[in-house]
């Protein structure tokens, strides 16, 4: 099986960009985008200069629990660059969503509460909401998180969208917002 059938097997289909989408980036973007295979597992990352955004990260269930995601990790921690994902909410009915986060907490990330996202869905037309994760060697703020999310928005998962699926994705002002302090305080 190839690296995209199995992180098509494995995300949803909100998810999941096209095979060409990200075809496109490895071949225009190769300065950035990166794709890291092996038998067991498949990451798909942007390298940006300020910044680390996971696209995908898959490990095979065969292979879960033998550190082989930390390890993945560990290797893009040491680039001392903040790193940025996204994930699902936890569905307390499909437990990978709250394994997922158990390990990402686990392996130093922090949720960034102030950040919202909610993009209609391509494939879906439905509304599809995540929650942003992040680690840092510096102790990045919210805000910065939010600035390196705006971009990767607008230089990854927008990339000639248009061209690609027939159809633009909303512009990011609709899909990420930011929460100020006292918002959150009064939540």
């Avoid at 986060?101 to 993009?119: D, T, V, W």
């Avoid at 248009?162 to 512009?171: A, R, V």
């Amino acid at each position: 099986m190839n690296w995209y059938e199995k992180l098509k097997q494995y995300f949803p289909i909100e998810e999941m960009k096209s095979k060409e989408h990200m075809d496109l980036l490895l071949e225009e973007k190769g300065d950035i985008y990166n794709k890291d295979e092996g038998p067991h597992h498949v990451l798909m990352y942007a390298d940006l200069p300020d910044f680390i955004f996971v696209d995908y990260i898959f490990v095979s269930r065969d292979a879960r629990g033998q550190g082989l995601g930390k390890k993945l990790l560990e290797q893009l921690k040491e680039k001392q660059k903040p790193i940025i994902l996204e994930v699902e909410p936890v569905d307390y009915e499909e437990t990978d969503t709250e394994k997922r986060q158990r390990f990402y907490l686990r392996e130093g990330f922090k949720h960034a509460k102030s950040i919202g996202y909610r993009r209609r869905s391509l494939a879906t037309n439905e509304i599809n909401e995540m929650e942003i994760l992040y680690w840092s060697p510096s102790e990045a703020g919210e805000k910065e998180v939010y600035e390196a999310m705006k971009h990767t928005y607008q230089e990854i998962h927008t990339y000639k969208d248009k061209q690609l699926y027939g159809e633009s994705y909303q512009p990011v002002e609709e899909v990420l917002s930011l929460k100020e302090e006292k918002e959150l305080i009064e939540e």
